[in-house]
């Protein structure tokens, strides 16, 4: 781990350790937690120097997600969510908009993405939410369906149909016309401010628009999703080192039938595969943080290959984890509890594992025959 997070590891682990439980059985984490992480550059610490950020390549800042996903995938989500709308603007926006909206988002400011609708999840073409021209202003009319950190988020960075083509617009969550509702009680990451947006109406500056709009939807939708998924990934890899690391702990401590459970070949074999799965998704996001550092071509595949490969196998690990540790684990709050209900959403969350799939064999297809 590069000596430069060191004091960056050191600090989310103080203000996490001991707390991302209750932070769970609450369903929300404290805001002022939140912006101080976002003015120290911790939740989009890609964003470059000149407008307040780390500047970290992907690599690094992989490593300083799964270390956020180890102690609590709530965070992480929010982390995600930042970093998503970081690099959104950094892509789309013209100078003024990057230099504005970055400044804010390494200032303390949060904020979500707004992708998914009713109708409207894996086919994002099927967005019914609208971005008109009315003047020298937009107009947003549409609803957003289960949006990570919107609870949040003073800035909600909202896609859709314009024209004939699509744009991202920037929404102040204080703009009339804009109503947040909470999600209550999901499965997983409880205290990442899930939240359904309405919005109504709500006209902002033609300035809000990134990039002016008419962009195609499918870079709208490669720019944000590639991030997210590189994110995700590497938040699958902290909940495998999370369930790796408490599964050898209780095995090593406990005996039975006179011998600590680690010595017993039907748990070694759960320890074994816990570890392979960690070490497998680990390699596919060094890989996928490669092609992004590099600019390759391959880039979106890798990310969507990491994201399969790591959300698999934190559902799958995060299982075993609970087979090791047994009634240990069985209340809500404890570690491995909270990993397997968050690994399983991760296996839905920015490309189902069935659109994984779909993605990967599309491209096998096209690079082998």
């Given at each position: ?57 992907s ?49 303390g ?61 920037v ?17 997983g ?12 109406s ?5 300035a809000?628009?990134?990039?002016g709009g ?71 996001c ?17 990310a969507v ?65």
């Amino acid at each position: 781990m590069p000596d430069q997070l060191a004091d960056e590891r050191a600090l989310i682990t103080g203000l996490v350790d001991g707390n991302a439980g209750r932070w769970d059985l609450d369903g929300l984490i404290p805001e002022d937690l939140l912006r101080d992480l976002g003015a120290r550059g911790l939740l989009c610490a890609q964003v470059k120097p000149s407008y307040g950020g780390l500047g970290l390549d992907s690599a690094t800042n992989g490593e300083l997600t799964a270390h956020t996903g180890s102690l609590c995938s709530s965070l992480r989500s929010v982390q995600t969510s930042q970093g998503m709308a970081a690099w959104a603007i950094s892509r789309l926006g013209d100078a003024d908009q990057r230099r504005t909206h970055l400044r804010a988002l390494t200032s303390g400011q949060l904020a979500a993405v707004a992708f998914s609708e009713q109708d409207a999840g894996s086919d994002l073409s099927a967005m019914s939410t609208r971005i008109q021209r009315s003047g020298d202003s937009v107009v947003v009319d549409g609803a957003k369906k289960w949006i990570t950190a919107a609870r949040y988020a003073d800035l909600l960075v909202v896609f859709g149909q314009y024209e004939d083509s699509a744009a991202a617009v920037v929404v102040p969550r204080s703009a009339p016309g804009v109503t947040v509702d909470v999600i209550a009680d999901p499965l997983g990451c409880r205290a990442a401010g899930h939240a359904n947006v309405r919005l109504d109406s709500v006209r902002l500056p033609a300035a809000s628009l990134l990039g002016g709009g008419g962009h195609p939807l499918s870079l709208l939708v490669t720019t944000a999703l590639t991030y997210g998924r590189m994110s995700v990934a590497w938040g699958c890899v902290g909940i495998l080192r999370a369930c790796l690391r408490a599964a050898v702990r209780h095995a090593s401590s406990r005996k039975q039938f006179g011998t600590p459970l680690t010595g017993h070949q039907l748990v070694a074999r759960h320890l074994a595969d816990l570890f392979v799965a960690e070490q497998g998704a680990t390699r596919a996001c060094e890989h996928a943080s490669r092609c992004w550092d590099s600019k390759s071509p391959e880039v979106a595949t890798a990310a969507v290959l990491a994201k399969y490969v790591s959300s698999r196998n934190a559902a799958t690990a995060a299982a075993s984890a609970v087979q090791v540790l047994a009634s240990a684990a069985a209340q809500d709050g404890h570690v491995v509890a909270r990993a397997y209900r968050d690994a399983k959403l991760m296996e839905i969350i920015e490309g189902s594992t069935e659109i994984c799939q779909l993605v990967l064999a599309e491209h096998a297809v096209t690079t082998t025959l």
